[in-house]
Structure formats: C-alpha cells, structure tokens
C-alpha cells in the first residue's frame, strides 16, 4: 500500500474531468486487505479508481482518499471449473460450449473496457454493448452502468462488499443490490466499499438481443436481433467516438464524465407538454406508467447545441454531444457546476422537465 502525506497534487489528474483539487489524504491499494486497512478508520472518505463518473470541488476533498489499484478477472464454467480469462485480443481458450454460462469475478480496481474486451475476444455475451465505456469494474453495480440497450444489473449476481458499519466482508446478492436506472444501494452510501463484481454472461458467438435503435441500424440488423460479438463492439466503440465518449487525450470532447445528466423518467401528461413546445420527442416506456425522456434532445431544444458555453471560462457542451459537458483545459468545476445550472434551469424553463445529475458530486453542489 503507497501512500502520500496531506496535502497531496490535484485530484484532477485522476479524474476523467481532469477537475479537482487536493485531498487531505491519498492510499492506492492493490489488495482487498489493503483496502479494508485504508478506509476502516476513515471518517471523510472516497474511493477513486478510474475517476470517470466523479466531480470534485475545485477545494479538493477534506479526508482520505483510497485510490482502487487492484486488477484481476476470473472465470468459472457452468460445471463449477476455473477457467483462466484471456486477454483481450486472445482468442478463446478452453472454455465452456455454446449454450452454457460462465461467471466472471473481477477485481474492483480492475478497467471496464478491458472486461468487455475479454468478454468478447472469450466468446462470451452479456457486456458487448457497454464497450468502451470508462472507469473500473468496481463502478459498475454503483451506477448501474448501462448504454445502448444493456445493463450490467442484467448480469451481475453478486457484489462483494467491504461492510463500514459491521467490520466485515460480505457477499450482497444480486437481489439486495437496489438496482434501478443508473443507481444501486452502493451508490451515495459511504457504508459499503466495493471490493469486487461476478458477472453471468451467456457463452455465444452473438450478442444478446440488440434493444437500441441506433445500434441496430449500425449494425444493419432488426432490433432484438443478435449479432457477431466483435461487430457489436466495434460498432458501439464507433458510435461513442463519435459522440466523445470514449477516453482520448487529444479530444477536448471527451475531459468529461460522459452523460452528466441522467434522462428525465416523467409522468405521461409531461410528455404532452413537451411535445407541445418542442414537437415529438424520444420517449422509451418507464415502470409505473411512467415514460422516459432523452435528456440530450430536451437540452438541444432548450436552445443549447452543441459545443454551446463561454471558452473564457473554460468549459462548454462537447462539440459532439450536448449531454457531455466537457473541460476545455483551462476550466474550473464551479464553472463546469455553473454551466450545468444553466442548463438544467433552461431545461426547466422550457418544458417543466427537472434534470439531475448522473455523476456523484464530491464536496459541491448543483
């Protein structure tokens, strides 16, 4: 376990925002029982790994941070055998045959997208549509990651946990885990520390079915039809490259946490509303009656297109997607906080819509 004495650098550079300040205290771990060491005497605590759904005040954060370091993915067969998982890239190893499932047990600390490359250079389907999306597996159940028509609530089974409150490991099934559209039980509940995820995914050359219109079309494929694991990544990394959202130093358009705004989920007479000052919008059926809303075309008719902000501030709407506010490299995160207070009071202005923050804020507001 390193560690660094208060105060240490910017936390910006941990984050994909590249915004932030110091913090009092800062450990990497690369162990679970250094992870259990760092954050069980811990009053103010946060847990960074890929720094990718975060936003950190400009003050930095008052208390210890543990920054996740551990890697590993495990994979055992449907017969019960530990089968070693290949990197991405390998090409299959001796795994199970079609038909059959396998489960995957990944570090927390350990990237995303080098989960969903393995998944899909293994033959094995479940995670292909959420290629290239940043962060650590750790984050996932947090979030309940998801993006074009999957997500991973569909196939975890299990998260492993260090509990705050009883001192000890435990296994939270998939059942306990709150998942529900981009939250969890883990997600603003400093309680649980996340030490790693166990996946079930199918064992297939094809995807599971694809939901999403645009990935359909990509792919030139029916939606709920299935397609070749690799086209499906590929496909889904081509279209995030081309809305930024996937990580490239190079790209002023993707220094951001992805989506910051989660779509708005609103009664059915809202969508009336909408509709009468905007014309018809992508609308998706939502539990209870209820119907969701695309947040980025809500913010476009809102009259903020993209790559809409003041550079003297240093932050502005990606150029490639209004749902991503970006970090043009010399901005400050109470500009970025101030940008999206425009936006979502516009938004409200507009449509009666309230908008709401998909990253977790760290020592600020919105």
Known sequence: MSEAAAPVSSLAELTTLRLGGPADHLVEVTSDEQTVAAVRNSEKLLILAGGSNVVIADEGFPGTVVVLRQRGIEAVGARGETKPAGAPGDAPGDAPGDGEVVRLTVAAGHPWDEVAATAVANGWAGVESLSGIPGSAGATPIQNVGAYGQEVA?????????????????????????????????????????????????????????????????????????????????????????????????????????????????????????????????????????????????????????????????????????????????????????????????????????????????????
């Open 154 to 366: 569909e196939t975890i089974t299990e998260v492993r946990v260090y509990d705050r409150v009883r001192d000890e490991i435990v296994t939270v099934p998939a059942a306990a885990c709150g998942f529900a559209y981009r939250t969890s039980v883990f997600k603003h509940n400093e309680r649980f520390v996340v030490l790693s995820v166990t996946f079930e995914l199918a064992v297939s050359p094809v995807s599971t079915p694809i939901r999403y219109a645009e990935l359909a079309r990509t792919l030139g494929v029916a939606q709920g039809e299935a397609a070749p694991l690799k086209e499906v990544r590929e496909a889904v990394l081509q279209l995030r490259a081309g809305k930024g959202m996937v990580l490239d130093p190079a790209d002023r358009d993707t220094f951001s946490v992805g989506s910051f705004f989660t779509n708005p989920v609103v009664a059915a007479d809202a969508v009336a509303v909408v509709r009468d000052a905007a014309g018809e919008p992508p609308a998706w059926p939502a539990p209870d009656g209820m119907v969701k809303l695309s947040a980025a075309w809500l913010i476009e008719r809102a009259g903020f297109t993209k790559g809409y902000g003041n550079l003297a501030t240093g932050v502005a709407l990606s150029g490639k997607h209004t749902l991503a506010l970006t970090n043009r490299g010399t901005g400050t995160t109470a500009a970025l906080l101030d940008l999206a207070r425009e936006i979502r009071a516009g938004v409200r202005a507009k449509f009666g819509v309230e908008l709401h923050p998909e990253p977790v804020l760290v020592n600020c507001e919105l």
